[in-house]
């Protein structure tokens, strides 16, 4: 009998060390999940905000750069390229063992306006653009070949309502850039996981564009191997059944889901419709910044249970879900702090401003291992 008890004591034991070891981070929670990335900015990159570096190493295990290797950054002139931060963001991402994440290559936004004209200023014709990105998409990516492990291609190339957007890429070289911006990027590392990424797509008009748009490429052979879903999300959009039904849409077309930009605004809504377009800037009130001076705990409990809520999606669909990435590490580092209201006060992460663990960050914590029925 002594045997028997001594054997469940220590059994307990065990049992309760085990517990108390439960993981304390993301990236421990969602352990053979999915990884869990933050996008970081300049400041960390370089080291210089060091408390966001001892985060970003404590909880996540996948990174994307904020801005560092978007066109009007790295190639800021026609024959000058700039990989001083790249460098050191890939080199940040390697020595801490993540899963790094190119961001972007083809974009209508933070692409320098060279980048579509010739020297005499006029618009390029459709090869010249094309051997312009084509040059772009293989220094960039070449540089990074089995470093960076997934690139966002083509990011936001449609419009609401599902057509394609007319940027200066669609308008001069036609349907077809985004298949070309894969090919070349495909030939510059073919072991690099390759996505469309955008915003809405929890949107039906919006998502059923991005079917067609993904179904043809597929049809093409274009190697596209996953699906950006952006989400830059509210209290309230997208519903849970939203979120449930884009990733269900987008499994069904045999590409993988990233969850490439998570973020949860509390801000009263400025624009009229839900949009994550950069170029919205609307005027500062007082009604649409409230907490100026703190979060009050109840929207704290109400942004703890929506990013639970997402997260029991996510892992109900984690043999599709690859990467989940938050917009920032702390809310402070947001850019939703400045858009569309510039000068507002967020708190739409899991870190607060000090880089304090927020309520929400137990709730994700505590969402791991129960996916949504
Ligand atoms: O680098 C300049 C700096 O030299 C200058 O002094 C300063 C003054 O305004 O601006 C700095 O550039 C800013 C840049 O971020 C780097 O910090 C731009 O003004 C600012 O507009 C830009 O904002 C970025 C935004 O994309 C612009 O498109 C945000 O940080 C970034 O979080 C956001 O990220 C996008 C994704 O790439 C695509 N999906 C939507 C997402 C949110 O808009």
Same mark, same amino acid.
């Given at each position: 009998?002594?045997?028997?008890?001594?054997?469940?004591?220590?059994?307990?034991?065990?049992?309760?060390?085990?517990?108390?070891?439960?993981?304390?981070?993301?990236?421990?929670?969602?352990?053979?999940?999915?990884?869990?990335?933050? /996008?970081?900015?300049? #400041? *960390?990159? =370089?080291?210089? @905000?060091?408390?966001?570096?001892?985060?970003? %190493?404590?909880?996540?295990?996948?990174?994307?750069?904020?801005?560092?290797?978007?066109?009007?950054?790295?190639?800021?002139?026609?024959?000058?390229?700039?990989?001083?931060?790249?460098?050191?963001?890939?080199?940040?991402?390697?020595?801490?063992?993540?899963?790094?994440?190119?961001?972007?290559?083809?974009?209508?936004?933070?692409?320098?306006?060279?980048?579509?004209?010739?020297?005499?200023?006029?618009?390029?014709?459709?090869?010249?653009?094309?051997?312009?990105?084509?040059?772009?998409?293989?220094?960039?990516?070449?540089?990074?070949?089995?470093?960076?492990?997934?690139?966002?291609?083509?990011?936001?190339?449609?419009?609401?309502?599902?057509?394609?957007?007319?940027?200066?890429?669609?308008?001069?070289?036609?349907?077809?850039?985004?298949?070309?911006?894969?090919?070349?990027?495909?030939? /510059?590392?073919?072991? #690099? *996981?390759? =996505?469309?990424? @955008?915003?809405?797509?929890?949107?039906?008009? %919006?998502?059923?564009?991005?079917?067609?748009?993904?179904?043809?490429?597929?049809?093409?052979?274009?190697?596209?191997?996953?699906?950006?879903?952006?989400?830059?999300?509210?209290?309230?959009?997208?519903?849970?059944?939203?979120?449930?039904?884009?990733?269900?849409?987008?499994?069904?077309?045999?590409?993988?889901?990233?969850?490439?930009?998570?973020?949860?605004?509390?801000?009263?809504?400025?624009?009229?419709?839900?949009?994550?377009?950069?170029?919205?800037?609307?005027?500062?009130?007082?009604?649409?910044?409230?907490?100026?001076?703190?979060?009050?705990?109840?929207?704290?409990?109400?942004?703890?249970?929506?990013?639970?809520?997402?997260?029991?999606?996510?892992?109900?669909?984690?043999?599709?879900?690859?990467?989940?990435?938050?917009?920032?590490?702390?809310?402070?580092?947001?850019?939703?702090?400045?858009?569309?209201?510039?000068?507002?006060?967020?708190?739409?992460?899991?870190?607060?401003?000090?880089?304090?663990?927020?309520?929400?960050?137990?709730?994700?914590?505590?969402?791991?291992?129960?996916?949504?029925?």
């Amino acid at each position: 009998m002594q045997v028997r008890s001594t054997v469940l004591t220590a059994l307990l034991v065990i049992g309760f060390a085990a517990t108390a070891q439960a993981p304390a981070s993301l990236k421990g929670a969602y352990q053979g999940d999915f990884v869990i990335g933050a /996008a970081i900015n300049a #400041a *960390q990159i =370089t080291g210089e @905000d060091a408390r966001g570096d001892a985060t970003l %190493k404590a909880q996540f295990n996948s990174i994307s750069p904020e801005n560092c290797l978007k066109w009007e950054s790295v190639h800021p002139q026609p024959d000058r390229y700039d990989f001083t931060i790249p460098d050191l963001y890939v080199a940040f991402g390697e020595k801490n063992h993540m899963f790094i994440v190119g961001h972007n290559l083809v974009w209508h936004n933070q692409v320098p306006a060279w980048v579509f004209r010739d020297d005499k200023g006029s618009l390029l014709d459709r090869d010249a653009l094309l051997a312009r990105m084509r040059d772009h998409i293989h220094t960039v990516v070449g540089r990074y070949k089995g470093r960076i492990q997934s690139w966002d291609v083509v990011n936001e190339a449609l419009n609401e309502d599902g057509t394609l957007r007319q940027s200066l890429w669609e308008k001069i070289i036609g349907d077809d850039y985004i298949a070309k911006a894969f090919q070349y990027a495909h030939e /510059a590392d073919p072991q #690099a *996981q390759l =996505t469309y990424n @955008d915003y809405n797509l929890e949107n039906e008009a %919006k998502r059923k564009g991005a079917i067609a748009l993904v179904t043809k490429l597929k049809a093409e052979g274009v190697p596209i191997t996953s699906v950006g879903l952006q989400g830059h999300d509210s209290l309230t959009w997208p519903t849970v059944d939203q979120m449930d039904a884009a990733i269900s849409d987008f499994a069904k077309l045999d590409v993988k889901v990233a969850i490439s930009e998570l973020d949860i605004d509390v801000l009263p809504p400025a624009a009229r419709q839900q949009t994550a377009d950069v170029t919205l800037n609307i005027q500062q009130n007082a009604a649409l910044n409230p907490y100026v001076n703190g979060l009050p705990d109840s929207v704290q409990q109400q942004l703890a249970k929506r990013y639970a809520d997402l997260f029991g999606v996510f892992l109900k669909h984690r043999d599709v879900v690859t990467r989940v990435t938050f917009w920032g590490v702390t809310d402070g580092d947001s850019w939703r702090n400045d858009w569309p209201v510039r000068g507002r006060t967020s708190y739409p992460l899991l870190f607060d401003r000090a880089g304090q663990p927020k309520a929400a960050f137990d709730a994700v914590i505590r969402a791991a291992g129960q996916p949504a029925s």
